[in-house]
């Protein structure tokens, strides 16, 4: 079962600003598809949480990779 967070939710889990979240890592760092889905209407943002600890909070993940100026990873 996936655990899928509104865009304050997440933020407060990051301890980002919601603004940042939406603005920043939506475009550069998280997938659509992957790390969030569009809800019904397509505006509402809904993050997998799973998908975002397993990409970017995981030791082994971190130590493979890169992260980019623009907000991506490379793998190292």
């Known amino acids: 079962m996936l655990t899928y967070l509104t865009t304050d939710k997440l933020a407060e889990r990051l ?3 919601t603004r940042h979240v939406r603005e920043y890592l939506k475009d550069r760092v998280f997938l659509e598809g992957t790390h969030y ?3 019904p209407g397509g ?3 809904l993050f997998i ?8 909070f995981s030791e082994s993940d ?4 890169i992260p980019l100026a623009s907000g991506g990873f490379i793998d190292g």
């Open 37 to 39: 889905v569009r809800g």
């Open 62 to 65: 971190f130590e493979q990779k």
């Open 43 to 45: 505006r509402k943002l």
């Open 49 to 56: 949480w799973e998908a975002i600890e397993r990409d970017f």
């Open 15 to 17: 301890h980002y600003s």
